[in-house]
Nanobody
Framework: QVQLVESGGGLVEAGGSLRLSCAVS????????LGWYRQAPGKQRELVAE???????NYADSVKGRFTISKDYAKNTVTLQMNSLKPEDIAVYYC?????????WGQGTQVTVSS
């Protein structure tokens, strides 16, 4: 059973920073890719950032230059550093792990940005 547990969401002023962390219940080498998605009210879930087993990263255009994804093999965590936050970043952020077409999701953490 794979579990992903997010933490670090909250309320921040526009221009501020938050750091999201996802604790994974098994060795993250198991996954082909790990990442973060978000879902704003009334919108579909969308990719924010992804990192492959080889370390290649992929970011949504809207967060490039502001967000950074990283992973820690020793702690089995994947982290999303979010800087220069904007009101349009408001959403529930979900941690994702993918292996051979199977996708695992965390329960989500709310990020709210006040203008």
């Amino acid at each position: 059973q794979v579990q992903l547990v997010e933490s670090g969401g909250g309320l921040v002023e526009a221009g501020g920073s938050l750091r999201l962390s996802c604790a994974v219940s098994r060795n993250i080498l198991y996954f082909n890719a790990l990442g973060w998605y978000r879902q704003a009210p009334g919108k579909q879930r969308e990719l924010v950032a992804e990192i492959t087993s080889g370390g290649t990263t992929n970011y949504a255009d809207s967060v490039k230059g502001r967000f950074t994804i990283s992973k820690d093999y020793a702690k089995n965590t994947v982290t999303l550093q979010m800087n220069s936050l904007k009101p349009e970043d408001i959403a529930v952020y979900y941690c994702m792990g993918r292996r051979v077409g199977v996708i695992y999701w965390g329960q989500g953490t709310q990020v709210t940005v006040s203008s």
